[in-house]
């Protein structure tokens, strides 16, 4: 199409004259000072429209007065910006894609976003990212924004991407205009500031007019957003001046509180009942402190608010322990969760966020693959990437760690437990070199907010349609140097609430410690063969194993970082702990020999060969640091505190290490409210009148409760079967073919209770089917078969992210052990019942030797299977009705 065949009029002739005509795809960008003005230009513009037989849409969303009135012709569309930026923005795409090419629309003023959204910047983010979609579809756009009260880098953004830009101010009296962009036209008129007479507009040529009209509009050319009008610079600047007032000055005053509680949920979030901890024991000194290690800017995201609301409450001059000796402190950044949508927009990825999110999910973890590869070839933009530098200059050569720390992770109901990544930077090498890691990190972490177990743990908890911006966390890794590695000592997770209470002795309302050594990953993974120990804190040296089995059921590799490689590396504990220069190595294992265990009292060996050559094995079991220090005391007192202030039990993650004079020191790392899993109504009853052959199982080990009826399919796969599989890769293909069964619409609607050897989700496929949260995430009941001649025994995933999973899938997790004297196993129905298989996925055929598909009433003749547990009694009964 030439340019002549693209002109549309203005409905202002003189309009038309001075920009030589609006062109189809044209977004027009009004910066005016007042409204009357808008509508002075938009009102002719949808008139002649309409005459000219164009679709016309306004799109209503501001509070400020109507910018155009109901008429014939003139389709008017209210949105609400409240829910946020991503929400927003996808309506408005969505319209746009709805009503197709040649569309001519006028937005109420943009300006009006950002007191919704808090920051230019993602103002300057919609408009980049609306404006070409525009453009594409041939459309005209009428926009405005409130003239000289934007921040400069954002009306940079926007005046890059419109085609015109224009500015309309009054001086004496008279309004002028002036183009400050009108992209492929020109004339040696069209850039001089023109007065509005009538219907005329008469370009300025005189110097000293033009000199005068710019001093009596008072513009201030080289500060266009020194006053933006966004709260996110408006507020601070207003705060600024309190900062050295005391808290109860500024509880009083509610002019100071206000603001306070407004600069509290732009950086936090305002969703209650954090909102409402966090504006009662955040300072106003807590919240510029925050502010000043924001790179970027927008809200700091789930996770951080989590971490830092925690430590504020334990460092609160309250009862009768006092905290401050014991917690380190932390050193932490935040990347706002405005950079990730700028990094979305600036390189073209938001649509296929859009398009992900309302697919809501990703076909294949290839596809995934590919999503990694784009965002890893994207880029920074100049400003972020100078904070980076900044910050990692801070830093210098300390490992340090980007973990994520998403709007909606770790709130009140959702924790997205391992749904979003966490990158280990050992951050060794040149300056470029370490920045080139730390951003391979971050765009890593990004794009993880795509992953498939992401979006079905989104969708399958109703929040695919929520605002869910990602924030990230940068923290200096806890813990020294040994050798050329570097890891904490101790490091773990705690639960101020213990359902896996293996005794009655042990008091389950004073919760429970998963401890490693090094790293904690160890501690939330399910790793195949290693163990983490496990610590009641009401009875702390009792323990769920007994003689040999210590051993057995013990942690025997470390995640660390290998200065040298640079890189996050696995170990075997016994390299570490076996070298005397370790410090305080006594605290950590014991000595197994000739069937027994000994905890040395002092520093051990190098060797752990006795005296008369007979062979010793190092063993962790963490009983002397549980017997010596205060370890277990602190964790303990802080569980109960962080619970009393919540109102709710608590999940936290830690490190933590003893000085040389023998004190516990905690670094507190996350913390977030606790699900429990059949806590709700009255405990479930297990009957007692089941005939016995409609019983197909019995469970006494158990970690959940709850009732699940009429479930029609059982999926099972063969411990037997799996066991006898030689191929690696054909191990790894079972728990794609379980989550290709788990989302067939007929498993769904009829559902399902899965079966499994070992550990579901493990990372050692010998040990377990290594399924994701995708791939299991519409049972109802997930049932973990131990054998111990298959080696096959489930580690109680309690205190785990893959038990979180659960818990919040509201998914009964039953672990069976039919080698146990005390459990009743129907292996005969399991084993002779018809497989369907094949009438399912017929290219699944190959494999009906190992996965079987049970449809329980073909099978029993219109019965249907029936799951009840009960926690406080630790019974599970699956029988058929």
């Known amino acids: 199409m030439d340019a002549e065949s693209r002109v549309i ?193 008469v370009p300025i040529f005189h110097s000293g007019d033009a000199a005068k009209i710019g001093v009596l509009s008072r513009k201030e050319p080289l500060r266009a957003g020194a006053e933006s009008i966004a709260p996110w610079e408006s507020v601070y600047r207003k705060l600024i001046q309190y900062r050295d007032c005391d808290e109860h000055t500024v509880n009083e005053k509610p002019e100071i509180f206000s603001l306070k509680q407004e600069l509290t ?72 969760s405005d950079v990730f949508f700028t990094f979305l927009v600036n390189n073209n990825l938001f649509r296929l ?22 965002f890893l070839e994207a880029h920074f933009n100049d400003e972020i990437m100078e904070q980076f530098r900044n910050m990692l200059d801070y830093f210098g050569q300390a490992p340090i760690i980007v973990r994520s720390s998403s709007f909606l992770e770790d709130s009140f109901g959702n924790a997205f437990a391992g749904k979003y990544r966490s990158e280990f930077c050992a951050n060794q090498g040149t300056p470029e070199q370490r920045l080139e890691s730390f951003l391979r990190a971050v765009k890593l972490v990004y794009a993880s907010a795509l992953n498939p177990d992401a979006l079905s743990y989104r969708n399958k908890r109703g929040l695919a349609d929520q605002d869910e911006q990602m924030a990230l966390l940068v923290q200096r890794v806890c813990g020294m140097p040994f050798k050329k590695y570097f890891f904490p000592p101790l490091a773990g997770v705690a639960f101020s609430r213990n359902l896996y209470a293996w005794t009655d002795r042990i008091d389950p309302n004073k919760g429970i410690i998963r401890l490693v050594f090094g790293l904690g990953t160890r501690a939330v993974d399910r790793i195949g063969g290693d163990y983490p120990r496990m610590i009641a804190v009401s009875h702390p040296e009792l323990r769920p194993e007994k003689g040999d089995k210590v051993v057995k059921y013990s942690q025997r590799e470390i995640d660390l970082l290998d200065l040298e490689k640079n890189d996050l590396v696995t170990m075997p504990v016994e390299e570490i702990l076996s070298n005397a220069d370790y410090p305080n ?89 606790l699900g429990l899993p059949g806590t709700e109504g009255r405990p479930a009853v297990i009957p007692g009148d089941i005939s016995p052959g409609d019983i197909l199982f019995r469970s006494s080990r158990i970690v959940s409760s709850g009732v699940v009826k009429n479930v029609r399919y059982v999926i099972l796969i063969d411990p037997a079967g799996y066991a006898s599989i030689d191929s690696l890769e054909t191990k790894k293909l079972m728990g794609r073919i379980v989550g290709r069964i788990n989302s067939h619409p007929q498993i769904i609607e009829g559902k399902s209770m899965m079966m499994g050897p070992g550990r579901w989700g493990s990372s050692n496929i010998d040990m377990g ?65 018809p497989n369907v298989l094949a009438e399912l996925f017929p290219d699944s055929i190959e494999y009906k030797d190992v996965i079987k598909v049970i449809d329980v009433p073909a099978a029993t003749g219109g019965k249907s299977l029936q799951v009840v547990a009960n926690l406080q009694t630790q019974n599970a009964l699956c029988y058929l009705a």
């Open 9 to 201: 009029r203005s409905g202002i002739p003189a309009l038309d004259q001075v920009l030589q005509g609006i062109w189809l795809g044209d977004n027009v960008v009004w910066q005016i000072e007042d409204l009357e003005i808008y509508q002075f230009f938009a009102r002719p513009f949808i008139a002649q429209a309409i005459t000219d037989g164009y679709v016309c849409v306004y799109l209503r969303f501001a509070s400020h007065p109507p910018i155009l009135d109901p008429q014939p012709g003139l389709v008017i569309i209210e949105l609400d910006p409240s829910p946020g930026f991503d929400y927003f923005s996808a309506e408005v795409h969505r319209i746009i894609e709805e009503k197709g090419r040649k569309v001519f629309y006028v937005f109420d003023s943009l300006s009006a976003l950002v007191a919704e959204w808090t920051t230019d910047e993602l103002l300057a983010n919609f408009f980049q990212l609306t404006c070409p979609y525009l453009f594409e579809l041939d459309t005209v756009a009428y926009f405005a924004l409130t003239l000289g009260k934007h921040h400069d880098s954002a009306v940079s953004r926007i005046r890059d991407t419109t085609q015109l830009l224009i500015n309309v101010y009054g001086a004496n009296g008279e309004h002028y205009l002036h183009p400050q962009k009108v992209w492929s036209r020109y004339s040696s008129q069209m850039f001089m500031p023109h007065v509005i007479q009538g219907n005329k507009i």
């Open 265 to 336: 949920h732009m950086l936090l979030g305002s969703t209650p009942p954090f909102s409402d901890l966090a504006d009662r024991y955040f300072t106003l000194k807590d919240l510029f402190n925050i502010r000043s290690r924001i790179i970027g800017s927008g809200r700091i995201g789930g996770k951080a608010s989590g971490m830092l609301l925690a430590r504020r409450i334990l460092l609160r001059e309250d009862g009768d322990f006092d905290f401050h000796p014991f917690i380190d402190s932390h050193d932490s950044f935040y990347i706002g």
């Open 353 to 374: 966020r859009m398009h992900l999110s309302r697919v809501k999910q990703i076909s294949s973890h290839d596809e995934f693959e590919e999503v990694e590869r784009l």
């Open 585 to 673: 190595q006594h605290l950590f294992v014991s000595i197994f020999k000739d069937g027994f265990l000994d905890d040395p009292a002092f520093v051990l060996l190098d060797s752990a060969d006795g005296a008369d050559g007979e062979y010793s094995e190092y063993v962790l079991t963490f009983n002397n640091l549980i017997r010596k220090s205060k370890f277990v005391e602190i964790i303990g007192k802080m569980l109960a505190k962080l619970e009393h202030y919540y109102g709710l039990p608590v999940d936290t993650e830690f490190t933590a290490y003893i000085d040389p004079k023998g004190n516990c020191h905690v670094n507190l790392l996350q913390c977030r409210p």
């Open 769 to 833: 089917v290594n399924a994701h949260y995708s791939d299991i995430g519409n049972t109802s009941v997930l049932v973990e078969i131990a054998r111990e001649e298959a080696g096959q025994v489930p580690e109680v995933s309690y205190g785990t992210h893959f038990f979180q999973d659960l818990v919040e899938a509201k998914i009964v997790y039953l672990p069976v052990y039919p080698d146990d004297a005390k459990t009743e196993f129907n292996a005969d129905f399991f084993e002779n019942s």
